[in-house]
């Protein structure tokens, strides 16, 4: 008889190729994405004179440099000489790579690296997912393993179709009850790092459960397995169900008819069996969690926005105690000052943590029938977040509020294309790093939910979202 | 890859907690190409004041530190981003090593594809080590990579660990891929069974 075996363990277990005698083991990758990014990768393989093992299981997606404005000129949208190259070659070595899936500029499919693969039915239960980038987890979403990797580990995928690594250990965060109105994934995410801090999954594979996980949406359970890397956490998964049969039924990427009885037999097999141990646990009420907002420069420094900034000095641990001063000379902020207080300069929605339909519409509900006290941006996570958008007429209730309507991309959560924040600006973001410098140089971010960042655009400060429903 | 024996150098002191890796290589210097010399780019923001000038007050632009070649950094260094670009932008200013309580998976692994040696001691040695540079900067450490066994400022002997096939890797100098394809093999057998389990998700390849 078998030991109970966890997700996790079940899932990675089946993947095992080989091992090296001091525990590496060789892991076989079922698909693999890469943006602009990891051109390191394609040259070095050129170099070396070696070719893409699967061609059909990599994606590519231009989508870090990509415009938000101007794209009916195309290429010529992208202003920047060297952003307008890194877009170039990702076609280029595609094409030299026999990867098809490339989902350029003007492709009628084109958005984040982490927004399209679910659109296609991509991410499945049961899958080792690579991506050349940290939000890869976000695919965790649908029951798969899903990671990022630097360039060079990505040129060892692209060769091989498999990856050294180490074995994570399994680690449970339940999150129970249900959420209260105004309180998204977003927020659930933002919590469970406020609790474990940013090192604390470290070494972890984690599996979020709980009826308040089992209630999200999809796409909310992309949100929270998208920031598990900001917990440290290489890897963050639920548990597949109803609902992600339901999402993935019919799309491109999913079984077809004659094979889905029996991939839905397989995804259901995969599940934490009952009395599995996990080494470590965490557990919230999901009842108690609040909006929230960040108000430093690490994703852990952040607070329910009833709260008030904290005193460093107050801090047990020496080395968050110092990070946490340095990190509120660098905000401008000073502690026992009210979260809400904060006054901002430029809003953005967008990023592969909340740029889905759900977020826009949250953002929406918000936004509808008020106006914009300071600039603000929605930047949907692709084209077809894009279409589905305007076709609810999203667009409008944003344009009437004053909001900046774009193109998909990473846009200000990551300022490669040129949206960004001016020294000292300060936003409230819906991406996910709050660090230094993330949003251009000398930028100051608050990481909060699209609610929340709709609220904050129409009262110019990080208002609490429930005082707007 | 250049292989990684025994070092002696000057090390820098960047003993902070959780320093991501937007710090160490801001995003906008990622579309560069590598013969721009990433070290240009190292701890850009903080090294550089808005003109481009260096500041003086920061650790590595200080004499007894330009010459580094080993950094000590907090616990969880190099979180955040997986960019590689963080590991070529310390490696081509010199460093060869770092030194921390613990380290982001992605920036542990990009060390080791480019020969740069994460060490990794308790939280206790490396303060201990970061305190004994501030007191003399410009001190040096040795590291050993076939003993395992760094010699700090005082004198005094730490053994550290590192996988087996890792060390190996460091000291011939060898990338993961041309050891893999050594498991070509394996890798054909795996399929063969995997995807007669999920055939669905069988590549164009291996389709009939």
Known sequence: MCAAMTMFDKIWDMHVVGEREDGEQLMYVDYNVVSEGPFYAFNGLRQEGRGVRYPDKTLAMADHYAPTTGRDRGIDSVADPEAR??????????????????????????????????????????????????????????????????????????????????????????????????????DVILAIIARIGVGGGVGFALEYAGSAIRGLSMEGRMTLCNMSIEAGARMGMVAPDGKTFEHLRGRELAPQADEWAQAEKFWRSLLTDEGAQFPREARLQGD???????????????????????????????????????????????????????????????????ARLEDLRAAAKVARGRKARVPAMVVPGSMTVKRHAEEEGLHEVFLRAGFEWRDPGCSMCVSANGDRLAPGERSASTSNRNFEGRQGRGSRTHIVSPAMAAAAAVSGRLADVRDFL | MEPFVSLTAVVAPYYFADVDTDRIIPHRFLRKPLSAGYRNFLFHDERLDAEGRERPDFVLNRPPYRSARILVGGRNFGCGSAREGAVYALQDRGFRAVIAPSYADFFRENCMQNGVLPVVLDESIVAAIAGQIQASPGSTVAIDLPGQVVRAPDGIRHRFEIDPSRKEQLLRGLDDIGLTLQRTAAIGAFENAYYRRVPWLRPVALRQ
């Open chain 1, 85 to 186: 190259v890194m877009i170039e070659q990702l076609a280029v070595n595609t094409a030299w790579a026999g990867i098809t899936r490339h989902y350029g500029l003007t492709h009628p499919q084109q958005g984040i690296m982490h927004v399209v693969p679910a659109e296609l039915g991509m991410p499945q239960p049961g899958m080792i997912i690579t991506g050349a980038d940290s939000h890869t987890s976000t695919n965790g979403a649908f029951g798969a393993c899903g990671f990022g990797l630097g360039a060079s580990q990505v040129k060892h995928v692209l060769a091989t179709q498999t990856i050294w690594l180490r074995k994570p250990k399994p680690m449970r965060v339940w999150v129970d009850g249900t959420l209260g109105g105004g309180v998204s994934a977003k």
């Open chain 1, 288 to 354: 108690a969690i609040e909006p929230m907002a960040t108000w430093g420069t690490s994703l852990d420094e952040a607070s329910p926005v009833g709260g008030r900034i904290p005193d460093p000095g107050s801090f047990a641990d020496p080395g968050r105690r110092g990070r946490a001063e340095k990190a509120l000379a660098y905000m401008g902020l000073t502690p026992g000052m009210p979260i809400a207080d904060i006054q901002v300069d430029r809003v953005f929605i967008g990023s592969c943590t909340n």
